[in-house]
């Protein structure tokens, strides 16, 4: 009896370790080349079983496996380099770094960073943020902390990023438009996928 017990555990146990576990991420779509097309969320769903862990797993699983027209930009898959900066979850992050959430009952969202021209889908033009950017020698330019910056917001193309306000940008700083127009309100640093602090660092300027 107690042996049968034991083979009836075990056999539940192994169904429920292999039962789907299905996940949704509802992902912007936005194809210029389309006539017509115009922004919007489109789900996914993807068994977590059959998925690496990170968000990044989950794009290139949906690209590769169920929709090959879904544009995404990445490269290294582990946060050396920029290219996977997203807004994930509400968040500028990057989707090789950014852990899925695996509550099931989430949706997970993923769209552009934001306050960016779009490109296509999730992929948003750099170029004037490169552009008004200086970048220490820890920063990988991914966009995080300019494109989470209210002040960088505000000010348009006049504001110079959280990225840039180093000593060595000193001449660059006289006017009213870069670092002092920094309000001190940190989501730079918040949303820093590498962990630094330039919140910190422009108000010790």
């Keep these: 009896m107690v042996a049968a ?4 555990l075990a056999a539940a146990l192994d169904a429920a370790a292999t039962a789907p576990r299905i996940k949704k991420f509802a992902i912007n779509r936005w194809d210029p080349d389309k006539t017509g097309d115009k922004p919007h969320m489109q789900t996914y769903e993807i068994d977590l079983n059959n998925c690496g862990p990170m968000v990044l797993d989950a794009l290139i699983k949906i690209k590769n496996e169920i929709d090959s027209t879904l544009t995404f930009q990445r490269s ?34 993923i769209y552009p960073l934001p306050h960016m021209y779009v490109i296509k889908d999730i992929v948003a033009d750099l170029s004037n943020f490169c552009a008004q950017n200086w ?12 494109t989470g910056c209210p002040s960088c917001r505000w000010s348009g193309d006049k504001r110079l990023g959280p990225a840039r306000l180093h000593e060595e ?6 006017d ?8 001190a309100i940190v989501n730079c640093t918040r949303t820093c996928p590498k962990g630094l602090n330039p919140g910190k660092a422009v108000a010790e300027i």
């Design 135 to 146: 970048t220490g020698s820890e920063c990988i330019l991914c966009g995080c902390c300019g």
């Design 169 to 174: 940008r000193l001449a660059e700083r006289q």
């Design 76 to 109: 290294c898959r582990e946060g050396i380099c920029s290219s996977s900066a997203m807004n994930i979850n509400g968040g500028n992050t990057l989707a090789g770094t950014r852990r899925i959430n695996t509550n099931l009952n989430k949706v997970s969202t």
């Design 176 to 183: 009213p438009f870069s670092l002092y127009r920094c309000h």
């Design 5 to 8: 017990v034991a083979l009836f």
